[in-house]
T-cell receptor, first 110, second 110 residues
């Protein structure tokens, strides 16, 4: 069964801290992996997409890595800001569908 | 502006009534998806459609139905057979490797 797990479930940090969100998946036969952000009551916004042949992707203060053989991805957020507060979802693409983790709820305190 | 629209944002129904959620996209994407999100859980796939007049069941299709008569539209009907219909419903479309999400409809059934 294809399962995606995200750790931690929730995280509260002071502004300015660097932080790491973790995602693990059971089936390594992936096409790609995508990180999304979700604000309360809203849809999902794509942050980064890593193809299965790539090791990492960067966008501004965000860096996502992928280790397909071990079934892991991390999302690194540098110099966190209160505006980063949201739920972060990891989704693994198996070709015909995305399998989502339950998300990490991030709160950045000012 | 290209994007995905879902209406209404909030929907209230009495138990035993069927209800249809709207999803429209002007991105010219062939593939469209419906997901359900419950508190503390990741998104779960209900139905998806790769092309007009064709659709497939996802992981939790029981109690739901869809149609795909036009490329732009992929409505979801929540029938009275769905045991726990209260949830946040998200529609998405896809081009290449990336999925794009609508703002969601929160359905409450009492």
């Amino acid at each position: 069964k294809q399962e995606v797990t995200q750790i931690p479930a929730a995280l509260s940090v002071p502004e300015g801290e660097n932080l790491v969100l973790n995602c693990s998946f059971t089936d390594s036969a992936i096409y790609n992996l995508q990180w999304f952000r979700q604000d309360p009551g809203k849809g999902l916004t794509s942050l980064l997409l890593i193809q299965s042949s790539q090791r990492e992707q960067t966008s501004g203060r965000l860096n996502a890595s992928l280790d397909k053989s071990s079934g892991r991805s991390t999302l690194y957020i540098a110099a966190s800001q209160p505006g980063d507060s949201a739920t972060y979802l990891c989704a693994v693409d198996y070709g015909n569908k995305l399998v989502f983790g339950a998300g990490t709820i991030l709160r950045v305190k000012s | 502006d290209g994007g995905i629209t879902q209406s209404p944002k909030y929907l209230f129904r009495k138990e035993g009534q069927n209800v249809t959620l709207s999803c429209e996209q002007n991105l010219n994407h062939d593939a469209m998806y419906w997901y359900r999100q419950d508190p503390g859980q990741g998104l779960r796939l209900i139905y998806y459609s790769q092309i007009v007049n064709d659709f497939q069941k996802g992981d939790i299709a029981e109690g739901y139905s869809v149609s795909r008569e036009k490329k732009e539209s992929f409505p979801l009907t929540v029938t009275s057979a769905q045991k726990n219909p209260t949830a946040f419903y998200l529609c998405a479309s896809r081009t290449g490797s990336e999925q794009y999400f609508g703002p969601g409809t929160r359905l409450t059934v009492t």
